[in-house]
């Protein structure tokens, strides 16, 4: 009985996790952003490692300042390794967010100039791609991934827009 309380409420964590997403994918950005941090306070540095990857992965996304995006994306790949490595339980598919979470590093370290720091992690996305399934969440990463390391390998430092087409090489 006790563990099924705890399953409850682990999934109404996610939940509300899950509406507040909704409410940033709506558009109203700084609202979500609120939301995410009332939820942090609410779990903390010490919450499940698995509600500390999700809610930082989502923070990120609604921050203004690079390096903020930076540190809630820092704290969400934390949390993530802990899964991998059987801390705090391993849910399925956690392996396969691994490459998503060092691409998003990879671009908040481009965002910041710092195009070393962005080649490392974007090795490690496409080291860990193989974790990831045949499907479109899979795909979608995976030429992510392609064309960051096409504008790192062009010139050093992204330009532009990150997730657009990448350019075409000189023949």
Known sequence: MAERQEQAA???????????VMLHHGGDREEARSRFLDLWAEIGEEGAPLH??????YLADTQDDPADELAWDLRALSAAEELADGRGGDP??????LPSLHLNLAADYV??????????HLRRARTAAGALADDGYGS????????????????G?????????PRQRPS
Not at 157 to 165: E, H, I, M, T
């Open 52 to 57: 500390r990857c999700t809610l930082a992965h």
């Open 140 to 155: 979608g990463v995976r030429a992510a991934i392609g064309r960051l390391e096409l504008r790192l390998g062009e010139d």
């Open 157 to 165: 430092a992204a330009g532009g827009d990150l997730w657009g087409p």
């Open 111 to 120: 965002k910041l100039g710092r195009a070393e720091a962005a080649r490392s």
């Open 10 to 20: 682990a999934d109404a964590v996610l939940t509300r996790i899950g509406q507040v």
């Open 92 to 97: 399925p598919g956690v392996r396969g967010f």
